[in-house]
T-cell receptor
Framework: QQPVQSPQAVILREGEDAVINCSSS?????VHWYRQKHGEAPVFLMI?????EQKGHEKISASFNEKKQQSSLYLTASQLSYSGTYFC??????????????FGKGTLLTVNP | SQTIHQWPATLVQPVGSPLSLECTVE??????LYWYRQAAGRGLQLLFY??????ISSEVPQNLSASRPQDRQFILSSKKLLLSDSGFYLC?????????????FGDGTRLSIL
């Protein structure tokens, strides 16, 4: 089942912060985050594996609440280069794995000067 | 290092014509391979994935098919294209038969059906 991302779109001014959420109706094994710039392929940002785990990538970090089946991506002091569509991809916590992800519909982030 | 090649970058085809998109991965063995389609302004729809030669799992019933004739080669095909097949097609790979591995995408093929 497709995870739900919110908000669908957000507009920031350079230097502002943003939070993008990803929630699933299924128990999750992992959450992946990707960023896709207009006309380009998605690029991997990070994977979160454990409940409550928080990882960072430059000024972009994320958390994963396993019990709530939710992940949040935090963008602090946003830069123009952060503009793009952010996707979460989820792997369910079912027995075994088929190595596939189900992606959300994406959140369009626009950072203006 | 690993690289993924996908071609062509852009393709314009008439309705009813056949299709063949190719994807190859270098620098790794036994990768998991994926085909996604992305409609304009939309999310990533998984079409097919493969965990080994000749092993194809289909996610969405449609007039497309996939094949994996070699370990690092993944082909997306159609015998007769429909207008609804237009979109951005992405191939991706991840380390084979391992969980928690990122997927790495090719540059994509932008397919327009006339």
């Amino acid at each position: 089942q497709q995870p739900v991302q919110s908000p669908q779109a957000v507009i920031l001014r350079e230097g502002e912060d943003a939070v993008i959420n990803c929630s699933s109706s299924k128990a999750l094994y992992s959450v992946h985050w990707y960023r896709q710039k207009h006309g380009e392929a998605p690029v991997f940002l990070m994977i979160l594996l454990k409940g409550g785990e928080q990882k960072g990538h430059e000024k972009i970090s994320a958390s994963f609440n396993e019990k709530k089946q939710q992940s949040s991506l935090y963008l602090t002091a946003s830069q123009l280069s952060y503009s793009g569509t952010y996707f979460c991809g989820t792997e369910p916590n079912s027995g075994g794995s088929n190595y596939k992800l189900t992606f959300g519909k994406g959140t369009l982030l626009t950072v203006n000067p | 290092s690993q690289t993924i090649h996908q071609w062509p970058a852009t393709l314009v085809q008439p309705v009813g014509s056949p299709l063949s998109l190719e994807c190859t991965v270098e620098g790794t063995s036994n990768p998991n391979l994926y085909w996604y389609r992305q409609a304009a302004g939309r999310g990533l729809q998984l079409l097919f994935y493969s965990v080994g030669i000749g092993q194809i799992s289909s996610e969405v019933p449609q007039n497309l098919s996939a094949s994996r004739p070699q370990d690092r080669q993944f082909i997306l095909s159609s015998k007769k294209l429909l207008l609804s097949d237009s979109g951005f097609y992405l191939c991706a790979w991840s380390r084979g038969r391992m969980r928690n591995q990122p997927q790495h995408f090719g540059d994509g093929t932008r397919l327009s059906i006339l």
